[in-house]
């Protein structure tokens, strides 16, 4: 990864498809689940919280160690600002 502005690291393929995918819902809540169905490793889910970039929501007390995840204002604005220099 290589470091961006801010000293912040430039998002994995894998971290910007988690972020992207809270871009289109209420209150930037991110997914447990990608689109084939897969949860997403707990591992990508912290570090984005660890880079600012998501935020835990709320515990789940059915399933404590589900990550329920919303972004932050300064994910939006990586995902946003990474899609349009690359698309």
Do not use: H
């Not at 502005?5 to 809270?22: H, M, W």
């Amino acid at each position: 990864m290589r470091s961006g502005a801010g000293g912040r690291r430039s998002p994995t393929a894998a971290q910007r498809a988690y972020l992207r995918r809270g871009l289109g819902q209420p209150g930037g809540k991110l997914p447990l689940f990608d689109d084939r169905g897969q949860r997403y490793p707990g591992s990508t889910i912290r570090s984005c919280i660890e880079r600012g970039w998501a935020e835990p929501w709320f515990e789940n007390p059915i399933k404590p160690d589900w990550l329920v995840c919303r972004l932050t204002l300064a994910g939006r604005n990586l995902v946003e600002k990474y899609e349009k220099t690359n698309n």
